[in-house]
């Protein structure tokens, strides 16, 4: 642009810095704060303009208020679906008053700018958490609020526009003290196109998931096809279920946290929740220092690998990998604190500044264990008091309330460069030895059994490749994120030393070759459960049958990377 164009369009603006409030546009579903701003407005001498059920609260307080439909001559109608969406009331927020041919064709038009818009949108989500049937969550989509919100947004050089009641006290004072700046309406106008994106997230993420029965034949065809394809490269004939993914995918998040620094001091994060999320990102921290990046990365593999149990269970983290996992001993009498016990047994150096995750209420017994150990991370569904007391004296330790339904999503994302991954969650949950089969040695006992199922389970939380050995229902030896699996049969059995003996072994993936199954069975395992599936399966199973060591395939793995 020349610098005669510059110019020219400079001076077709009038500075516009601090704006008095003269007249307000307000039309709220929550109402939290909205009378202490009312009486701040009135005050300042401010003409307040609102709709339905918020100027019906604010007559209610004694205040005056001018109805919409008297703004625009024109009665709500529709059951209130139409409001606002009118030019006496639209133009009077977009007029741009830094040009005068605006503020000339609003005298024509006899309109009345608006300073200042607060509006808060239809409790969408909300109705769609309270299990609302479909008609009443499609009459909570709001159509003039976010149209008001975009407006005020955009022509925020004039008008100020707020969708938050957090954001009420900075407009009190700012109407006090003569206006609104320009630079807090720049971030006004920021939170609320935030807002409003947001808003239609929700909406269409609620389409995507309650919708789907209108694209069921869409998806049949687009299943066959894959399915064809499938068969062309293979020559299968295999039965599989194609779940159902979106053209579009939503993502909802709000910033619940700015964190000290990323995975490094140089790199920095933020926390943010998903809506509707009921995870390790809506914990509440109950004591210590603030969460950092890597903590939340290490709690979350922590609560993973505790909740894929059903028993009293622990798990251990440090640095995204299990360095114990064990289920209660027994009928022990207080069954968290022995299976925490178990888990620490497994690798007591491993577990110095590690991240502890309980599937049940933390006791007084956990407690005592857990405050002798210097502990990064304790996140469990509940604390009883005293433990809580007890723990609490530990300044540095940080502790994490779980929600009370607490879950994992169905679908799990992964960013790469340019895009993501999505994949359903490995909720496979046929731990089961029933349909297993035998390839090699006698059948186990039911005590080997209960190792080889709890073994084979613990193994999902554990990195590629991952050999995991248990007994009696703790892990003795882990071996993890290995390059291959020989390296992982060897960490888990330097890690177990004497405890090798008598153990049980689950392995993520089929053996490539008999070298990593060798190694176990010289440190004397005595039953492997392994997915199979291995073009040298008949050698690995040839090894264990030599050794009289008891194997079970599942024909399932277990991938974790």
């Known amino acids: 642009m020349s610098g005669h164009t510059q110019s020219t369009a400079a001076s077709l603006y ?40 918020t100027a019906a609260t604010i007559r209610a307080a004694g205040h005056e208020v001018t109805d919409v439909s008297t703004v625009t001559g024109f009665p709500e109608s529709l059951d209130g679906r139409v409001k ?45 958490q309270s299990g609302a049937a479909p008609a009443d969550v499609i009459e909570q989509i709001d159509i003039g609020g976010p149209a008001l919100v975009r407006a005020s947004a955009k022509n925020h050089a004039n008008v100020a526009i707020v969708v938050d009641p957090e954001d009420y006290p900075e407009i009190i004072a700012a109407v006090g003290t003569g206006g609104t700046t320009l630079r807090q309406r720049q971030k006004l106008a920021s939170l609320a196109f935030e807002h409003t994106a947001g808003y239609d997230l929700s909406v ?79 914990a509440l921290q109950l004591h210590g220092k603030e969460m950092s990046y890597n903590n939340y990365v290490d709690a979350d593999a922590a609560v993973r690998a505790a909740f894929d149990f059903d028993q009293p269970a622990v798990a251990i983290i440090k640095h995204a990998n299990p360095c114990g996992i064990a289920v209660a001993a027994g009928k022990a009498p207080d069954a968290i604190a022995s299976a925490h016990r178990r888990a620490h047994d497994c690798d007591p150096v491993s577990a110095f500044g ?28 509940g604390f009883e008091p005293a433990a809580f007391e007890l723990l609490r004296a530990k300044k540095n330790i940080r502790l994490l309330e779980l929600p009370a339904d607490y879950r994992r999503s169905s679908l799990e994302l992964r960013q790469i460069s340019g895009g993501l991954l999505v994949q359903e969650s490995d909720t496979f949950e046929e731990f089961s030895s029933a349909g ?27 990195k590629s490749n991952a050999i995991l050995l248990a007994r009696g229902g703790a892990s003795v030896g882990v071996g993890m994120g290995q390059v291959n699996r020989v390296d992982s049969c060897h ?35 005595t039953a492997v459960v392994q997915p199979g599936g291995s073009v040298r399966d008949e050698e690995v199973i040839a090894a264990a049958a030599l050794a009289g060591v008891t194997m079970y395939f599942t024909g399932e793995r277990h991938f974790f990377h």
Not at 439 to 450: F, H, I, L, Q, S
Not at 498 to 520: I, K, M, N, T
Request: net charge negative; with cysteine; proline share 3%.
């Open 491 to 525: 960490l888990a059995v330097l890690r177990a030393g004497d405890r090798a003996a008598g153990s049980v072994a689950a392995s993520d993936a089929f053996f490539p070759f008999a070298d990593g199954l060798q190694v176990l069975l010289d440190a004397g395992v």
């Open 204 to 282: 269409s993420a609620w389409f995507t998931e309650n919708v789907y029965d209108q694209w069921a034949d869409d998806t049949e065809t687009l299943a066959e096809d894959i399915l064809e394809a499938f068969d062309a490269v293979t020559g299968a004939d295999e039965d599989i279920d194609i779940p159902f993914f979106p053209d579009a995918l939503v993502i909802e998040a709000t910033r619940s946290a700015v964190l000290r620094y990323g995975e490094n001091a140089h790199q920095s994060a933020a926390l943010y929740a998903g809506e509707g999320g009921q995870g390790i990102a809506q």
């Open 354 to 381: 590690g991240v502890i995750a309980a599937n049940r209420t933390v006791t007084l017994g956990m407690a005592e264990t857990v405050s002798q150990i210097f502990t990064e991370v304790l996140v469990a569904p």
């Open 436 to 462: 297993w089969t035998l390839v090699a040695g006698p059948e186990a006992d039911e005590a080997t059994r209960a190792d080889l199922e709890f073994a084979w389970k613990a193994c999902r939380s554990v």
């Open 84 to 128: 606002t969406l009118h030019p006496a009331v639209h133009a009077g927020i977009l007029a741009d008053l830094r040009l005068e041919a605006h503020e000339d064709q609003l005298k024509d038009l006899s309109i009345a700018a608006f300073e200042l818009v607060v509006v808060n949108l239809y409790p969408f989500v909300e109705t769609v």
């Open 14 to 53: 009038r500075d516009r810095d601090v704006i008095p409030v003269r007249r307000a546009l307000i039309s709220v579903s929550d109402k939290a704060g909205l009378i202490d701003l009312a009486d701040a407005l009135v005050a300042a001498g401010v003409e307040i303009v609102s709709t339905g059920s």
